[in-house]
């Protein structure tokens, strides 16, 4: 079956580089053969050397659009592996392919940091095949503006859908870089950009099986005070 990754760029939020340098990070950290992808509605600057498919025209903002690639009829068929644009992956992800052959993985929401036993989900890195779990996109499809109103985030209607045939990824392998590898570091506000940043630079708590670090909220990696993420980066 064949592998892809995949990542979604809707909007401005994030520029075409977040796309270029995920790609350049797979490319380094991916040693099994496979295919990179991004479904956007804006191509421009996109490296010609990656995968671009339109991004369907539904009436949905930023990260719903993760929930059209459960598509049973998308235009890739196979193994896909889902990684949000706001990562850094610094180590090996072969496992992530290898891991439990066709289940259905996602990351244990990482509010797991400040609650025992919690298991809702976070949908920065999923992998499945194409069709599995087909009432995602069935059920979203049906009135997908009624959906978004209805839960703060796609993320939300995975936990809502998905109540069975799933498996965590390890808590290890994949960590909340802001809360868990920077073990919940004074984050402060810049009154000049009105965004969020660690309020001096340190040195993450990496542990050794972790390949990604997830950059939820701010700061995002590209602009994140630590040499750490600029070292990794890119």
């Known amino acids: 079956m064949k592998r892809y990754v995949v990542c979604i760029k809707h909007g401005n939020k994030y520029e075409s580089e977040?796309?270029?340098?995920?790609?350049?990070?797979?490319?380094?950290?991916?040693?099994?053969?496979?295919?990179?992808?991004?479904?956007?509605e804006n191509r421009a600057g996109i490296d010609p050397t990656i995968t671009v498919f339109d991004l369907p025209m539904v009436p949905v903002k930023g990260w719903w659009h993760k929930t059209l690639l459960f598509n049973p009829?998308?235009?890739?068929?196979?193994?896909?592996?889902?990684?949000?644009?706001?990562?850094?992956?610094?180590q090996n992800i072969d496992k992530l392919f290898t891991y439990k052959p066709d289940e259905f993985?996602?990351?244990?929401?990482?509010?797991?940091y400040f609650h025992k036993n919690w298991m809702k989900m976070n949908s920065s890195v999923v992998r499945w095949n194409t069709g599995q779990h087909p009432q995602?996109?069935?059920n979203f499809i049906k009135d997908p503006v009624g959906q978004s109103k209805k839960y703060h985030g796609d993320q939300d209607w995975l936990f809502e859908q998905v109540k069975s045939n799933y498996e965590f990824w390890p808590d290890e392998w994949i960590q909340s870089y802001k809360w868990e590898m920077?073990?919940?570091?004074?984050?402060?506000?810049?009154?000049?950009?009105?965004?969020?940043?660690?309020?001096t630079p340190g040195e993450p708590k990496v542990k050794p099986?972790?390949?990604?670090?997830?950059?939820?909220?701010?700061?995002?990696?590209?602009?994140?005070?630590?040499?750490w993420c600029q070292t990794h980066w890119k």
């Open 18 to 40: 977040y796309v270029n340098v995920l790609h350049s990070m797979v490319s380094r950290q991916l040693t099994l053969e496979h295919e990179f992808v991004c479904f956007t």
């Open 73 to 90: 009829n998308l235009q890739i068929q196979g193994t896909i592996l889902f990684i949000d644009l706001d990562v850094v992956i610094f």
């Open 105 to 112: 993985c996602v990351i244990k929401d990482f509010n797991r």
């Open 136 to 138: 995602l996109y069935r």
């Open 182 to 199: 920077r073990e919940n570091a004074k984050i402060v506000r810049n009154n000049n950009t009105g965004k969020k940043n660690f309020k």
């Open 209 to 227: 099986d972790t390949a990604i670090a997830v950059f939820h909220g701010d700061p995002n990696p590209k602009e994140c005070v630590d040499i």
